[in-house]
């Protein structure tokens, strides 16, 4: 079983530009959460997305938005980058009924704010 | 005050030995606890979940929970090199609509074993 792609694995970009990134959960899940992972703040929960919808959202600036199409895939993008956008942004998917939180994470997409 | 504390070590032992990890929380409504391992540039990998109070092993691995503490520990028996890694614990409440998804991470504790 496929695990968890994120796409892509390294990026550079510099202030004021916008990056998307990619998430392809795993077959059959159909959550798909957002975190950011920095050495000050460690991991820090962006958002979820269950069947297109966002259901919840972390405490971040609205230049974080993300998506979930029909197929379970999400993407997240963040406009006008700024410096302390750099970090390593993990998506993670689960499967929803088993009542507990039992995520499943990619290696993640370093971004790199210049 | 962070609602999950956890040690940032490094913490390092011989090969061999019992690795020893624990994290403790303030939010008395965290039921189902969790311990990540994180290579470096690599994603977190579940390594275990427990739910309640109580004590899960799963081969090398003992995760205990202590909910009148608020203290939640992993054991490594027999550590190996592979091990060295960064431990993270995580938790979360009763699962909701409104809370799927969302865990709160420890800050990480980094384990390196000696040869």
């Known amino acids: 079983k496929a695990g968890v792609t994120q796409t892509p694995r390294y990026l550079i970009k510099t202030r004021g530009q916008q990056v998307t990134l990619s998430c392809s959960p795993i077959?059959?899940?159909?959550?798909v959460s957002w975190y950011q992972q920095t050495p000050g703040q460690g991991l820090q929960f962006l958002f979820e997305?269950?069947?297109?919808?966002?259901?919840n959202k972390g405490n971040f600036p609205g230049r974080f938005s993300g998506r979930q199409f029909s197929n379970s895939r999400s993407e997240m993008n963040v406009s006008t980058l700024e410096l302390g956008d750099s970090a390593l942004y993990l998506c993670?998917?689960?499967?929803?009924?088993?009542?507990?939180?039992?995520?499943?994470f990619g290696a993640g997409s370093r971004l790199t704010v210049l | 005050q962070k609602e999950v504390e956890q040690d940032p070590g490094p913490l390092s032992v011989p090969e061999g030995a019992i690795v020893s990890l624990n994290c403790t929380y303030s939010n008395s409504a965290f039921q189902y606890f969790m311990w990540y391992r994180q290579y470096s540039r690599k994603g977190p990998e579940l390594l275990m979940y427990?739910?309640?109070?109580g004590n899960k092993e799963d081969g090398r691995f003992t995760a205990q929970v202590d909910k009148s503490s608020k203290y939640i520990s992993l054991f490594i028996r027999d550590s190996q090199p592979s091990d060295s890694a960064t431990y993270l614990c995580?938790?979360?409440?009763?699962?909701?609509?409104?809370?799927?998804?969302?865990?709160?991470f420890g800050a990480g504790t980094q384990v390196v074993v000696t040869p």
């Open positions: 077959s059959g899940h159909r959550s």
């Open positions: 993670a998917s689960s499967q929803t009924g088993t009542g507990a939180n039992v995520l499943t």
């Open positions: 997305y269950f069947s297109e919808t966002q259901r």
């Open positions: 995580a938790m979360s409440g009763a699962v909701t609509t409104d809370s799927w998804g969302k865990l709160q």
């Open positions: 427990t739910y309640s109070s």
